[in-house]
């Protein structure tokens, strides 16, 4: 047995580590994690305290009237861009909890097909306890917001509360001290680097997926820049909010912001292609392309709203979502093979039961078309408006964490990327994320 063992530490270490034994411990002898119930204590007291929170919050703006006519402005203008903003990645958090959670409980192998430390990887529940805490805390501020506010403090005072929140939160994904996930946090910023700097960076699975998070974060995006244009124009003291919306540099910015997740990807292709000289990657990257001249498109329809840019906007957003139809379907989740033993989906499936991949199908097909809201207009007053493109980002962000199982099956299965994902769990055949 122990002759075995060496043998296989040696065929790991030689094939999968470039010789480095160090690495390849790692993967074959990890340390056991910690217990989780703590987490699972904490995921439950924050959970708890959020709806309270949240219902106080109710309570307290039906009672002061913020969202009448007379001070909805004030209020969309200054609070919501970057409550928006932890609102949509605590919902991101949340997802991707989901995500580990079914990935864990099918046995698919995330962890190895993203590379991850085995020691250090993230699980469900301490992707729910930061997605609960990240809520916990927008909604305590919102509370302390309309309370201050009510207290009659000056508007220019309480106002800075969203920029502190947002303050604090980069402080914590930037502090070098080992607490509050400190590998996973410097995982995120390298993962984010690879990506802004495509082009001169071997893409991995992680980074890729990433980038593709990214591209369903765009209203995110955005409202980080309604945001730091806010305040850096020091708005929330002269309550000016068209100083920025109005600005030309702003309205341009509009563009490359959405432009960019959308760029990093096709770059993240044109590398992939580079390295591989696989022409699926460059036919790739023309979905992206068409995405970001689909969104483009709307940008400007919603500027001018004239009916030759209406023509340009149907045309371009039907080509986009086809394109991006086929590749989810086909090529990521390796679906609608007519020759397939289970019908119009693929040979190998991790779920028993074929309907769930039937139902997956429509509700993709659904939530990838929800850009005719931006023809149909289904908006009355300011705070409608907002809430409705804020439906919008969050069903969005909803259909990336239902993309992602997918997607990460089909690598496990098929490899279908050509990362190092196997079929089979490799060594050690223990449950890293076991509860014992």
């Known amino acids: ?42 995921v439950g007291l924050f959970t708890g305290c959020f709806v309270s929170l949240f219902s106080i919050y109710i309570i307290l703006a039906h009672l002061s009237g913020i969202f009448t006519s007379g001070a909805q402005v004030s209020y969309l203008e200054t609070v919501y861009p970057v409550f928006s903003v932890f609102a949509l990645l605590s919902l991101h958090m949340f997802m991707y909890g989901c995500n580990l959670f079914m990935w864990k409980s099918t046995r698919i192998n995330y962890t190895f097909i993203f590379e991850f430390a085995p020691n250090t990887a993230l699980r469900y529940r301490d992707a729910f306890l930061m997605g609960t805490t990240f809520m916990t805390s927008v909604v305590a501020a919102m509370v302390i917001h309309l309370i201050l506010r009510a207290a009659g403090f000056s508007a220019s005072e309480v106002d800075t509360i969203p920029g502190i929140l947002l303050l604090i939160f980069i402080c914590v994904l930037i502090c070098p001290f080992d607490t509050f996930y400190r590998p996973t946090r410097f995982c995120f910023i390298c993962i984010l680097r690879n990506i802004v700097c495509s082009p001169f960076y071997k893409v991995l699975m992680v980074d890729f997926f990433m980038a593709d998070q990214l591209t369903s974060q765009i209203p995110l995006l955005r409202h980080i820049e309604s945001t730091a244009c806010y305040f850096m124009a020091q ?52 979905k992206y392309v068409s995405a970001m001249v689909a969104a483009g498109v709307r940008i400007t329809y919603a500027r001018e709203n004239t009916t030759p840019w209406l023509a340009v906007l149907l045309v371009s957003s039907v080509v986009a979502t086809l394109y991006q139809l086929y590749w989810d379907f086909v090529k990521d989740w390796g679906l609608l093979n007519p020759k397939s033993k289970n019908a119009w989906l693929r040979d190998d499936l991790v779920l028993k039961n074929k309907n769930y991949y039937y139902f997956s199908i429509v509700v993709n097909l659904v939530l990838r078309v929800a850009w005719i809201e931006t023809i149909v207009r289904f908006r009355v007053n300011p705070v409608q408006s907002h809430l409705l493109d804020f439906l919008l980002a969050s069903l969005e962000v909803i259909r990336r964490g239902h993309w992602n199982f997918y997607r990460v099956e089909n690598e496990h299965l098929n490899n279908v990327g050509h990362f190092r994902a196997v079929k089979t769990v490799p060594l050690p055949f223990r449950d890293m994320d076991s509860d014992d």
């Open 1 to 42: 047995m122990v002759r075995l063992m060496d043998e296989v530490e040696s065929i790991f270490t030689k094939h999968f580590a470039n010789n480095d034994r160090k690495k390849a411990m790692k993967f074959l002898r990890p340390h056991q994690q910690k217990d989780s119930h703590m987490v699972t204590f904490f």
């Open 235 to 286: 708005s929330f003291r002269t309550h000016e909010y068209n100083t920025c919306k109005n600005g030309r540099i702003y309205r341009e910015l509009a563009y490359l912001i959405s432009f960019s997740p959308y760029f990093w990807r096709a770059m993240q292709c044109i590398r992939r292609w580079w390295d591989e000289s696989n022409t699926d990657h460059l036919v790739n990257m023309g």
